[in-house]
Structure formats: structure tokens, C-alpha cells
């Protein structure tokens, strides 16, 4: 009985000392989060985002990113490092471009060239024969080591996101862990880059973003949109006029997870909730010490996205005016939406199909 105590003993000092000291990637930076006001209000539950019709992916998943072009053709980006396309009319797709690496936000410009936001390579670009070109790998002298999101303006200026400077993508081998990664460190390693194809230059005009993610821009190119994920919140960004170069805050304390940001019609602004806040996230924001511990759980254990689908259509000043939910998630944590002419084509993470759904049902 001794023997089995000291054993006991030993194996619950060793359990302290690894949670206490066991290195990890993350060093926690304490925060204060908003009190999470959850589904009520402007955020109603509903279900009008789970009637919707499943577009085959061409046995991929993780359309995380979606942009149709004029002649109808719809393109999404998937998991397994492709840029797929559905032809005008067509319910399944076809695989177009491998891009070698991880494919998230993408845009056109007019001349119909695609740029990619590639988490694991930086900014690409496929021009209209379908040649990959890489374009952009670091921004003032710092590596993009995980791009996100970006929007091309009318006068061919590309802003993307690179959603943190420690925490690269590549490195820790998926996009998802790597985001675990930085909101659970809550560092401000996000950045937003303006990048000019007419002289090839680059520059940082935002810094200090809890996870930077999805980027948009209004018809006119007068400002930008941008979703802070670790901070359920949108920013503004002025392009032109009397504020240029200024910020603000449009909409915050979010009941969500913000993920990418696309504009739409009528003055609309789609964005994704790609997962409901978690309230451990929360309640643990002051306190670093235990965050770190948490890490050190396994990873099933870990605090993760749940499946809940929600976007959200807001206006240029941030008021609601649509939310769409799947509180049963179908369509899984969904990452934005785009409109093109009849139809709205939703984006998730790790669907293995794109949902398009009609928006004369949905009163658009």
C-alpha cells in the first residue's frame, strides 16, 4: 500500500508539473471580452439559411472561398489546395487550378485575372489563360505566413489579409490549428497589405488585429471592411476622402466567430460567423496562466468550432439587416456568402459541398 501511494503520489506530481510547465506554442496575452449578448435581438434564431442546394465539389470539401465572374462561372477554393469551378448552370464542379498550397479568399479584377489569398504561400494570382503566378510572400520585410482573405477595388488595388505573423499556417500544417493557435494567444499578430499590380509595391496600413481575416471593400473603393475574428468585431478602413487612412470600429460583440466578409447588393455586406463564441474562451480572456494550461490539454479537448451555420448581411455602418442561421448545422461553420444574379452562394470551412441558396425565398 506504501509502494502504490508513492506511485499515486509521483503520477499527481507529474500531472501538475506538465500542466504547469509543459512547453507550449502559445504565450497568452490576458484580454478583456465583451459580455457575449448570444442569439437575441437583430440575432434571432431561425432557420433560413438550412434550405439550401448542394453544389458538388468534385469529391473536395472546405470551399472556404467563393467569387463568381461575368460570364456565370462560380470558383471556390478548397482544402485539399485547388481552385474548382462550376460552369454556368452546372451542380457539379471541376478541379481548375492547384495551387500548391492551402487557397482562401480570392477576387477578381477587370481583366478577369483571379487572385488568391494562399494561406501556406501569400498573395497569387491566375491570370485568364489559367496560369499560376505567385505575386507577394512578405510585406515590409515581414514573411505573409498566413493569408487569409482579399478584395481587388476599382482601381485594381489588392488588400489582403494576413491574419497573423507568428502563427503560420504552413508551418503548423492547417489553417484551422494555426487560428486555434492565435485567438488562443490573443497576440494582435493580424495585418492588413495594400499591394499595387502597376508598380509591384507593398505596404502594411493596419497592424494590432486579433486574427485579421476577411477584407472587403464598398462599390467605390472609399473604404475597406475588415473582420477581427478574436475580437467578434469590423472594422473600417478608409481609402479616400477627409478620413483616409483613419478607423473605426462599425459592429461589435458579435455572437460569433467573424471569418470572411464579401459585398453584396443593395448596399449589402455578407459576412460569415464561422462558429458561435465559446464561453470558456471568454471567461478565461484574463486569465493567461490557465490558457496555457488548457493548451496543454489534448486536442480533442481543446475548445474548436461548432457546427452552426450563420451570415450575416450588414451595411456599410455596420447595421443589421439579414441574418441567416442553421442552428442544427448542416451546412457547417459557414465562412460568407456571395450574391450573383438569383442566387446566394454560401462558403464553409469543412462542408464537403457549396450551398447555393434562392434569394427570392429569402426576400433579397
Known sequence: MKILGKLITVMVMAVILYFAFWPVAVEPIAWQAPEDPG???????????????????????????????????????????WVIRWAPGAEKAEPWVETGGRPLGLDLDKEGNLWVADAFIGLLKIDTQGKLHTVLTEADGVPILYADDLVVTPNGKVYLSDASTKFSAKAVGSTYHASLLDIMEH??????IEFDPNTNQSKVIMTNLSFANGVTADVEGNYL?????????????????????????????????????????????????????????????????????????????????KNYGHIVAIDGD???????????????????????????????LTAPVLARLDKAELDL
Not at 433560413?48 to 465539389?57: I, V, W
Not at 497576440?187 to 492588413?192: C, K
Not at 456571395?338 to 452562394?345: K, S, V
Open 187 to 192: 497576440g494582435l499578430y493580424g495585418r492588413i
Open 318 to 348: 455596420g447595421n443589421v439587416l439579414h441574418s441567416l442561421q442553421d442552428p442544427a448545422g448542416a451546412y457547417p461553420q459557414t465562412t460568407g456568402a456571395i450574391e450573383a444574379g438569383e442566387y446566394l452562394y454560401v462558403s464553409s
Open 39 to 81: 442569439y437575441q435581438g437583430a440575432f434571432a434564431p431561425n432557420d433560413k439559411l438550412a434550405n439550401f442546394t448542394a453544389l458538388n465539389t468534385a469529391g473536395q470539401h472546405g470551399p472556404e472561398g467563393v467569387v463568381v465572374d461575368q460570364q456565370g462561372y462560380v470558383y471556390a477554393t478548397t482544402h485539399e489546395g
Open 225 to 305: 471592411l475588415v473582420n477581427e475574428t478574436g475580437e467578434y468585431r469590423v472594422w473600417k478602413y478608409w481609402l479616400a476622402g477627409e478620413r483616409q487612412g483613419e478607423s473605426e470600429v462599425v459592429i461589435d460583440n458579435l455572437p460569433g466567430f467573424p471569418d470572411n466578409i464579401v459585398r453584396g447588393e443593395e448596399g449589402r455586406f455578407w459576412l460569415g460567423l464561422v462558429s458561435p463564441r465559446l464561453p470558456i474562451l471568454d471567461n478565461l480572456a484574463g486569465k493567461p496562466g490557465v490558457r496555457k494550461a488548457v493548451q496543454r490539454l489534448p486536442g480533442f479537448l481543446r475548445p474548436g468550432a
